[in-house]
């Protein structure tokens, strides 16, 4: 049975996937401050009451929808993407297990990219009015939100610089290295993981031809840097890599 996209659903209209508790979830320390209270994570216990199944390849939301929630990703990944006039994809951004989703439409009440979901996957929906209402009171919690807009920039930030000035081969081992720096913050192996996305699909993310980012992961291979077996990718020398 088929689980439709996510478009502007309310809190109330979601699908209940199991009951989300942000004290006993295993990734709280990736999506919530470190210093809330049993009461305060109690109280958010009471807001995240709702997560949504998303199926390989449907989107949580598209462009243009109504901002009305943001989401953490619970368990799989997802691209972000914009459309060019001619119909072209641009990947924005990959996210994972612990990361955020649907912050930029925040700045115009309205969703600035599509999300896809790149795995079957499950995300929590958080209503933002009510996290508004819930940070005055918990500044913790205010402040963390604050971190996550703030880290949001700074993360396009580096996507510009490394677009903008980095060769084909620094901005595939800054991915790799990027990749496996967040894996090891979530407890999952940084030399060892199975890269969900498609070589395309980093190849539209880096500003690079298909052909490249292949002929990129033959080269560390070729260097003993990488070992890559479809898309399970092996670091073998990090400070190699580093160093590229």
């Not at 989300?20 to 999506?31: E, H, M, N």
């Not at 995240?48 to 943001?70: H, K, N, V, W």
Request: charged content about 25%.
């Amino acid at each position: 049975m088929g689980v439709t996209p996510i478009h502007a659903i309310a809190p109330e209209h979601a699908t209940h996937h199991g009951t989300p508790r942000c004290s006993a979830c295993s990734l709280r320390a990736i999506c919530m401050p470190p210093e809330l209270t049993a009461d305060e994570f109690a109280r958010l216990d009471a807001l995240i009451c709702t997560t949504r199944p998303i199926r390989r390849g449907e989107a949580l939301y598209r462009t243009g929808d109504t901002f009305q929630s943001i989401y953490a990703v619970r368990a799989g990944s997802f691209k972000t993407v914009v459309m060019h006039r001619d119909g072209r994809e641009h990947v924005t951004g990959f996210q994972i297990a612990g990361d955020p989703l649907g912050l930029d439409g925040i700045c115009a009440g309205k969703q600035n990219c599509d999300a896809i979901a790149l795995e079957d996957s499950v995300v929590c929906i958080i209503p933002f009015a009510q996290l508004e209402a819930i940070c005055r009171e918990m500044k913790p919690l205010q402040h963390h939100i604050y971190q996550l807009m703030s880290g949001e920039i700074v993360r396009e930030s580096r996507q510009m610089l490394l677009l903008g000035t980095m060769t084909a081969e620094q901005r595939v081992a800054t991915f790799l290295l990027n990749l496996s720096k967040r894996f090891k913050a979530r407890g999952f192996s940084s030399a060892e993981f199975h890269l969900r996305m498609t070589r395309e699909e980093i190849g539209c993310f880096l500003g690079m031809k298909l052909e490249t980012v292949s002929r990129m992961f033959s080269k560390f291979q070729r260097e003993q840097l990488v070992q890559a077996n479809g898309k399970m990718v092996r670091i073998v020398d990090p400070e190699g890599l580093a160093q590229v």
